[in-house]
């Protein structure tokens, strides 16, 4: 492993991908791509957290029907979200008969999942693996912040936390999209302690991964079509664009985050973006895969950023460490 | 991979393991197996979430000082506990320069860790991975109970929290102990709500993850020197016998729990026994690493249990589903 990358010894294909969001993101600039959309974030239930755990099943069956998969063709799900415990992640897998290992990098957890897939796919004893990641704005707010019910109101530089589910099926036989190489990030904490200002706690821990990574490759930003931060949003876009310049690395306008291209920051009222476990993968499975799928793309590099804070943490007066993952694609 | 299990094509060497636990972990039936214990469950902390992580800090630097190994000789970190987001893990490696996955399975997250770095090793891009996990009396009562200042009494089939930390390092390269297989667990619920049994609530996920190892290797419960579940607890240890019975498998006097080994049950008031992220972790990494390089024990299946609740699932009326991993170790 050359500065924490991984170059796959199996190719690692994506066999399909499925996403549902809610009605916010729907109406974003990438909506269209999306599979599905709600129209109510609710879902017919008593509260958020059974509604997005409702959203991760419907997700994952919806991948299995797309894929003409059963249960037991699938090998392993790694899934994770951004409630205590991973709750929505435990209940939603005790629908399915597929084994589980639920994973918590906060909303890097996606990124994680991918690499892990891809580690196990890379053995013989793995043949199909789903990775999968939700979170809900409402959820989020009251879990990390403050309930909605207090009307309180949003700082500059607060994000959106994304509604919905990614989910990628990974396979190491056959498919139009493979995982060639990832970085798995370390933990990064610049003393940052604002918890409405998730993109500059996790900007430093996504410069030091695309740094390891760019190194561990031997590749420069341009050598990708497209690098996609998972949540930094536009304040921690331009963060890491300062940041990276301070070493000399200059991103150019193949770089964006999926937190700017999931929602419209001026007219959908989201402050610096969009944000949450289901962002990176959202995006990635909904907009990202249909573009490197249609030739659009042909080099992805994606980085899930994550920020581990907790509301206990928080007032204990801890700081918000940052981690970050990033996962090499290409249309093949 | 046959019925969930996975048999690794390299050897999965255990390098050296280390403990360190609570005063009432130290006075319990295996207590002079630990490598350390704390005389102050607080260690000079103003709160024992940071207690948690600077014991879960202490226990890696030990690892690496008594391995003579430095952070960069370690692929990959595979930890977790208890506290929401993980936040002990996510501050224990905020101290190293180690890359980081971060895990959760509840109680069982060590099995987890354990076969997510035994599948890393299978690969030609890991030599070497530390897997730990902790947990803490007072963060868990607090967490997922009563805060202790409450004096809430103790129900029946209420168990304790391992104050402790557990870490693992395996290699594929030299050691006296392999893992040769192990098994994947599902997620299982039989509809048990009662936050303060949690035996009950794990020992289905426990049988399911049993019966799938027995038939995927073939090995009857006879195979193994040692069957150790991670924290069912003397109930939920009775429970797993009767609900195998029922599946006609016997389990003998070669079945035991970690929970039990734990504490002494009577003499030191802990209702049914040991329980906690770190009841598996300590357990094993002290007591049952020694007695399979003492020779006294040849082939151990270990099987961590969780249960997958957290306090707001509970607070809405949801059941507690369960999960259990099998990992197989033999001395070589």
Redesign the interface.
């Known amino acids: 492993?050359k500065n924490?990358t991984?170059?796959?010894?199996n190719k690692i294909y994506i066999e399909d991908t499925a996403t549902i969001v809610g009605p916010k993101e729907h109406e974003g600039p990438v909506g269209k791509y999306f599979d599905k959309n709600i129209e109510d974030d609710l879902l017919g239930q008593?509260?958020h957290?059974?509604a997005e755990t409702k959203l991760h099943i419907s997700t994952i069956k919806y991948l299995l029907n797309k894929t003409h998969r059963k249960p037991h063709e699938i090998?392993?799900c790694l899934s994770?979200d951004?409630?205590?415990?991973?709750?929505g992640a435990?209940?939603t897998?005790?629908e399915?008969?597929?084994?589980?290992?639920?994973?918590?990098?906060?909303c890097a957890t996606f990124g994680?999942a991918l690499?892990?897939a891809s580690?196990?796919l890379?053995?013989?004893?793995?043949?199909r693996v789903i990775c999968s990641t939700s979170s809900h704005f409402s959820t989020a707010e009251r879990?990390y912040r403050y309930p909605l019910e207090l009307g309180n109101q949003r700082t500059p530089l607060a994000q959106w936390t994304a509604t919905g589910v990614g989910a990628t099926m990974l396979n190491n036989v056959s498919g139009k999209v493979i995982i060639d190489c990832a970085t798995?990030?370390?933990?990064?904490?610049y003393g940052l302690t604002d918890a409405n200002d998730m993109g500059a706690a996790m900007a430093p821990a996504a410069r030091e991964t695309l740094l390891a990574h760019l190194e561990g490759t031997g590749r420069s930003p341009d050598y990708y079509d497209l690098i996609l931060t998972g949540d930094l949003g536009e304040a921690g876009h331009r963060l890491l664009i300062l940041l990276m310049e301070e070493k000399g690395v200059k991103l150019g306008s193949n770089y964006c985050d999926c937190g700017i291209l999931l929602f419209n920051r001026m007219a959908q009222d989201v402050g610096q973006g969009g944000s949450g476990a289901a962002c990176s993968s959202t995006v990635f499975n909904g907009y990202v895969y249909k573009k490197l799928l249609s030739g659009e793309l042909n080099k992805v590099l994606l980085i899930p950023t994550g920020a581990?804070?907790?509301?206990?943490?928080s007032l204990?007066g801890?700081s918000i460490?940052g981690?970050a993952h990033a996962v090499s694609f290409k249309r093949v």
Chains 1, 2 share one sequence.
């Open positions: 492993m924490h991984i170059f796959f010894k008593k509260s957290e059974k090998d392993l994770g951004l409630l205590d415990e991973i709750s435990n209940f897998m005790r399915f008969d597929i084994p589980f290992m639920g994973l918590y990098n906060a994680e690499i892990a580690c196990f890379d053995t013989d004893n793995f043949s879990q798995i990030g370390r933990v990064v904490d581990l804070v907790s509301k206990t943490s204990q801890e460490p981690i």
